[in-house]
């Protein structure tokens, strides 16, 4: 089966892969880059852009960390990051992933406008206000990632309602992914909320939308995604497409340190769990020694720096649940194995190898032995 292009606005995504935006600095210039130049969208995460290049772009900093949240998302840090990206993939549709939880989310947003993304994706909370901060950049196209029916209603309801618009595309993430859950810690254990079961509804619900913008409104599947195979039973089951970040960090263009990308290689099944996250939500990640630490109550002390997202109230969430993300993100991204705080998909067990993009993207468009 061939793979049909996939449409977001004005932009045509002839391999229709998205590259899930990953942070801390996961997914930032190399990789997107690269996906996109290769004809798939690359995705670029606006969160932490401060450590860019090494705090480079940061006007003050505290113990190496970026301070306050202006610095922690760093403009010229951003800006950096989609210059780069931008050297590998040349006018090719480019994304940005922002997050809503993100303390200066609307200033986010304009920089990534700003900036020359041409594609915005969000979610960690419903982007309800996201066409109010991007109504100057009628290019932009803009796709929320949503987890249920409800959620689209909601987001189509008040765009139309406020702004006379509706989104481009919807991101569908199911319990699978790596990071942040739209789900209760039980849902993601319930196979009635398994992906499989959640896009026919979702792409319904988005076509009688759809005749309401007089053009489609494509469903894009995410959430446990590994192989050809699992894009073929989306598309089957009514998705235009997929988004998948784990697979991607088994990629030698991926930003994260060798050691990041080790400890996926060599974490087991087992090693994959659902755990408390200061964001408010169940994030998926390897039970890695920060998990045992802060299991014992003996975790990294916890002093909010960065300000990153607004609902863990300056500290307050982090310590509730043992550990600050930023930091621990961060540690991760450099290679920290002991402090670094690793998410992942379900299936982050199954990377054995790091390859090439070229060659990740021949093997989901083709197949493994492609």
């Known amino acids: 089966m061939d793979l049909k292009a996939l449409k977001i606005g004005k932009y045509e995504i002839k391999i229709p892969i998205i590259q899930g935006g ?11 880059g690269t996906v996109s130049a290769n004809g798939a969208l690359g995705v670029i995460s606006s969160v932490g852009t401060g450590y860019y290049n090494n705090l480079k772009f940061v006007s003050k900093e505290l113990n190496f960390r970026p301070y306050n949240s202006e610095n ?30 993100s303390n200066d989310y609307a200033r986010i947003v304009k920089d990534a ?26 290019d932009v196209a803009l796709v929320p990632i949503i987890s249920s029916v409800q959620a689209l209603k909601i ?3 008040r765009w139309l309602m406020r702004y006379d618009v509706l989104p481009d595309a919807f991101v569908l993430e199911g319990p699978k992914s790596g990071g942040h859950q739209g789900f209760t810690y039980e849902q993601c254990l319930d196979p009635e909320f398994a992906l499989e079961k959640l896009i026919s ?32 039973n989306a598309i089957n089951l009514g998705a235009s497409g997929v988004q998948m970040g784990t697979r991607f960090i088994g990629t ?41 630490l802060v299991e014992n109550k003996q975790g990294p002390k916890i002093n909010c720096i960065s300000n990153c997202v607004s609902p863990c109230k300056r500290g307050i969430g982090a310590k509730a649940v043992g550990y600050c993300i930023a930091d621990r993100l961060y540690d991760a991204v450099s290679g920290k194995k002991d402090t670094g705080l690793f998410f992942t998909g379900a ?17 989901l468009t083709r197949g493994e032995n492609a």
Request: hydrophobic share 40%; proline share 6%; charged share 25%.
């Open 22 to 32: 990953m942070g801390l600095g996961i997914s930032w210039d190399r990789l997107a």
């Open 72 to 101: 922690f998302y760093s403009t010229a840090g951003f800006k950096a990051i989609i210059d780069n990206a931008r050297k590998i993939c040349g006018d090719k549709p480019l994304g940005a992933n922002i997050m809503c939880a």
């Open 113 to 138: 406008c700003e900036h020359g993304i041409n594609i915005i994706i969000s979610g960690a909370g419903l982007p309800t206000s996201l066409p109010e901060f991007t109504k100057n950049f009628k």
């Open 155 to 157: 987001i189509c309801k």
């Open 201 to 232: 509804p979702v792409v319904a619900e988005a076509n009688e939308w759809a005749k309401k913008a007089g053009r489609p409104i494509p469903v894009i599947a995410a959430g446990g995604i590994w192989d050809h195979q699992d894009i073929i």
């Open 252 to 292: 030698h263009e991926c930003d994260a340190a060798p050691e990041f990308k080790q400890v996926l290689l060599d974490a087991t099944q087992n090693d994959i769990k659902l755990f408390k996250s200061p964001v408010g939500y169940p994030a998926r990640g390897i039970r890695t020694n920060l998990i045992k």
């Open 347 to 363: 299936n982050g067990y199954r990377l054995k190898e790091i390859i090439s993009v070229k060659e990740l993207l021949k093997k």
